[in-house]
């Protein structure tokens, strides 16, 4: 019997794993199909800061949802009620200091359909750690801010897919 191997075997195996990870549910992270009846959309941006704003907005755009800068005129209005970041030490060293912090980012939201709330209350709690190296202080500044914007975008799709969920 003789056993594919270089390209050849790549090109025989990548349509049948295709074929396996389709028919076990599985779908790669993408565009979010939003209901059309909330269309269009108005995202409060004076409720939020600006990078979550430019996630949310890119993600509804990308999903192909129509977004409004006038509240007047929008189908369904979505505003940040509560966004907030924070850290706390997990563990210290010998001399009492500490070398890993837990960091959270905390969101509520609401959306509403007209005067009917679709989500009301909406809390999201997302949380990394972070090691801290007394050495690189502006190493572990970057990193900190760089899993802020990660929870960011987290927050970004659990939010739609909470959307989609709730609109159903």
Not at 22 to 36: D, I
Not at 41 to 56: C, N, R
Not at 67 to 82: K, P, V
Not at 133 to 138: E, R, S, V, Y
Request: glycine content about 6%; some cysteine; charged content about 25%.
């Amino acid at each position: 019997m003789m056993i594919c191997s270089g390209r050849i075997g790549a090109v025989l195996i990548l349509p049948v794993w295709l074929v396996v990870l389709s028919a076990c549910g599985f779908q790669l992270r993408g565009n979010y199909e939003l209901p059309p009846h909330l269309s269009p959309l108005y995202i409060d941006k004076d409720s939020m800061s600006s990078p979550l704003y430019q996630e949310l907005s890119a993600a509804i755009k990308a999903s192909g949802m129509t977004l409004t800068t006038d509240a007047s005129q929008a189908a369904s209005r979505l505003r940040i009620t509560r966004e907030s970041r924070s850290r706390a030490v997990q563990s210290v060293d010998t001399s009492g200091r500490a070398q890993e912090y837990e960091l959270r980012y905390e969101l509520g939201f609401s959306l509403k359909a007209g005067e009917e709330a679709i989500i009301d209350n909406g809390r999201l709690k997302l949380h990394r750690n972070l090691l801290f190296n007394p050495d690189t202080p502006l190493g572990v500044a970057s990193e900190q801010e760089s899993l802020y914007q990660d929870m960011i975008r987290d927050s970004t799709d659990l939010i739609l897919l909470r959307i989609r969920a709730a609109a159903k």
